[in-house]
């Protein structure tokens, strides 16, 4: 399967796709979405990327998104929460993700192939998890919170790994993708199709390289491009602008032909060149880091990333390209005129300050990550009187050794994780309100910094 037919719009098989599609509207200035999932939303990265697509292509619009996830969490667990974790935060909108834990992977396990009852264990566990996702949904939207469902991520069972495999998990985290999409129906609400384009992407990889995955090495945990895939879907199902702009001007008249997401002035043209300037409406999206390339598996900057230069009728020849004081590269005038996508050039003025907005947001992911953690702890590995009871310094270690006392009889690395958490807890929760202070501080300084700015372009002819 080709990248652009992987990245290409989905043709749902039913007719409700379509009109879950048409009442996804883009995220508007104002809004406050809860990210609602288990480790794959509070430790994963999809809501983040997404989070960067708006604060770069939407500068003016603010949005809040709240990461929503705990590790390990299942349906029940977030109805158990629903109230203290989600609700709190007063979203406008939400977004929910869930069934990896609820399936129960070990099920799939090959020493249990032969146990006893176990097609009706895995059964209960599906049933379990259909009539509790259904009541997620019910007390959201009676709280009026428009729902965006999204189907599971996969569970890698293919890839030859270290990892033995659970095979038929992922069969039935399919069945959990078609009960999602079924509910998406009844209720009226659109739906994100992760299960299917991830799978896709899975096993075209796989038919090249079949250790390779889109999963981490525990089969379960999208790494980096796994979550860059996910965050494109959901921006292709919301139907995202796929242009930063476009700027299109004629030099020999002097005019402009045309203008997307832009406004143009100063148009001059003598022996010496062409220059303008150019106020853009959005920033280009950044690289997530220096090696990462968007379009290894799909098809990201031809669909989401176009910042298209396009001059018409200049002179034959080649020209250097300044904005601002910056050289950005040497063109002919045939591939000026075709156009060049600056989205894919590291070293503009505007790409560098989208550098910048990710920078930020790294910095305020990291302290909404320490949140996350002090949340984990309080609903995974304390009791309810533990979570009742005021931490302190003075009765912090107390509290902690009391609960370590319920898990000592469990395997070591299990214990060694428990208290590593139970340590960064100690710290997190005693400084929660430093930290949620800092993380609104970053927050605001990302929409200052995402503000586009206006630059001034030259096209210097190079006499031959």
């Given at each position: 399967?080709?990248?652009?037919?992987?990245?290409?719009?989905?043709?749902?098989?039913?007719?409700?796709?379509?009109?879950?599609?048409?009442?996804?509207?883009?995220?508007?200035?104002?809004?406050?979405?809860?990210?609602?999932?288990?480790?794959?939303?509070?430790?994963?990265?999809?809501?983040?990327?997404?989070?960067?697509?708006?604060?770069?292509?939407?500068?003016?619009?603010?949005?809040?998104?709240?990461?929503?996830?705990?590790?390990?969490?299942?349906?029940?667990?977030?109805?158990?929460?629903?109230?203290?974790?989600?609700?709190?935060?007063?979203?406008?909108?939400?977004?929910?993700?869930?069934?990896?834990?609820?399936?129960?992977?070990?099920?799939?396990?090959?020493?249990?192939?032969?146990?006893?009852?176990?097609?009706?264990?895995?059964?209960?566990?599906?049933?379990?998890?259909?009539?509790?996702?259904?009541?997620?949904?019910?007390?959201?939207?009676?709280?009026?919170?428009?729902?965006?469902?999204?189907?599971?991520?996969?569970?890698?069972?293919?890839?030859?790994?270290?990892?033995?495999?659970?095979?038929?998990?992922?069969?039935?985290?399919?069945?959990?993708?078609?009960?999602?999409?079924?509910?998406?129906?009844?209720?009226?609400?659109?739906?994100?199709?992760?299960?299917?384009?991830?799978?896709?992407?899975?096993?075209?990889?796989?038919?090249?390289?079949?250790?390779?995955?889109?999963?981490?090495?525990?089969?379960?945990?999208?790494?980096?491009?796994?979550?860059?895939?996910?965050?494109?879907?959901?921006?292709?199902?919301?139907?995202?602008?796929?242009?930063?702009?476009?700027?299109?001007?004629?030099?020999?008249?002097?005019?402009?032909?045309?203008?997307?997401?832009?406004?143009?002035?100063?148009?001059?043209?003598?022996?010496?060149?062409?220059?303008?300037?150019?106020?853009?409406?959005?920033?280009?999206?950044?690289?997530?880091?220096?090696?990462?390339?968007?379009?290894?598996?799909?098809?990201?900057?031809?669909?989401?990333?176009?910042?298209?230069?396009?001059?018409?009728?200049?002179?034959?020849?080649?020209?250097?390209?300044?904005?601002?004081?910056?050289?950005?590269?040497?063109?002919?005038?045939?591939?000026?005129?075709?156009?060049?996508?600056?989205?894919?050039?590291?070293?503009?003025?505007?790409?560098?300050?989208?550098?910048?907005?990710?920078?930020?947001?790294?910095?305020?992911?990291?302290?909404?990550?320490?949140?996350?953690?002090?949340?984990?702890?309080?609903?995974?590995?304390?009791?309810?009187?533990?979570?009742?009871?005021?931490?302190?310094?003075e009765n912090s270690r107390e509290l902690i050794q009391k609960r370590m006392e319920k898990f000592k009889n469990q395997e070591k690395e299990y214990v060694d994780f428990y208290q590593r958490n139970f340590d960064e807890y100690l710290v997190n929760k005693l400084m929660e309100n430093e930290i949620l202070v800092k993380a609104k501080e970053v927050f605001d300084k990302v929409y200052r910094a995402n503000k586009p700015e206006s630059h001034y372009y030259r096209l210097i002819r190079v006499n031959e």
């Amino acid at each position: 399967m080709s990248k652009l037919k992987v990245f290409g719009f989905i043709i749902w098989v039913a007719s409700f796709a379509n009109e879950a599609l048409a009442q996804f509207p883009l995220f508007k200035d104002g809004d406050r979405v809860c990210f609602i999932g288990n480790s794959i939303t509070m430790n994963g990265r999809y809501h983040n990327y997404i989070e960067l697509f708006y604060a770069t292509r939407f500068p003016e619009r603010k949005i809040e998104f709240f990461n929503c996830g705990i590790s390990g969490d299942v349906a029940g667990g977030m109805l158990a929460r629903m109230n203290s974790d989600i609700l709190r935060h007063k979203p406008n909108r939400a977004v929910l993700m869930v069934g990896m834990n609820d399936i129960g992977r070990s099920q799939y396990s090959k020493e249990r192939a032969s146990e006893p009852g176990i097609k009706d264990k895995q059964q209960a566990a599906l049933n379990r998890y259909f009539n509790r996702v259904d009541s997620i949904v019910k007390i959201l939207l009676d709280n009026n919170i428009p729902l965006i469902l999204q189907t599971p991520s996969i569970y890698d069972q293919t890839a030859q790994l270290q990892t033995p495999a659970n095979v038929g998990a992922n069969d039935a985290l399919g069945k959990c993708a078609d009960f999602i999409k079924k509910l998406a129906v009844k209720y009226q609400l659109p739906v994100v199709d992760y299960w299917t384009v991830m799978n896709d992407v899975n096993k075209e990889i796989q038919n090249k390289n079949p250790s390779q995955t889109i999963v981490g090495q525990d089969r379960v945990h999208p790494d980096t491009q796994g979550h860059f895939i996910m965050a494109a879907e959901f921006l292709k199902t919301q139907q995202a602008p796929g242009k930063v702009s476009v700027f299109n001007i004629n030099a020999n008249k002097r005019k402009v032909k045309r203008e997307e997401q832009c406004t143009i002035s100063g148009i001059k043209n003598d022996n010496s060149g062409f220059s303008f300037s150019c106020l853009e409406s959005s920033l280009p999206y950044p690289k997530l880091s220096k090696d990462f390339n968007p379009d290894s598996l799909i098809s990201f900057t031809e669909d989401f990333n176009k910042e298209i230069l396009q001059i018409r009728s200049l002179k034959r020849g080649s020209y250097i390209l300044k904005i601002d004081s910056v050289i950005i590269g040497s063109y002919s005038a045939k591939q000026l005129k075709k156009g060049i996508n600056l989205s894919a050039l590291i070293t503009t003025p505007q790409y560098l300050q989208s550098e910048k907005v990710l920078n930020l947001l790294v910095e305020y992911w990291g302290y909404i990550r320490k949140l996350r953690q002090v949340k984990y702890v309080e609903y995974q590995l304390m009791d309810e009187q533990m979570r009742q009871t005021p931490l302190t310094k003075e009765n912090s270690r107390e509290l902690i050794q009391k609960r370590m006392e319920k898990f000592k009889n469990q395997e070591k690395e299990y214990v060694d994780f428990y208290q590593r958490n139970f340590d960064e807890y100690l710290v997190n929760k005693l400084m929660e309100n430093e930290i949620l202070v800092k993380a609104k501080e970053v927050f605001d300084k990302v929409y200052r910094a995402n503000k586009p700015e206006s630059h001034y372009y030259r096209l210097i002819r190079v006499n031959e």
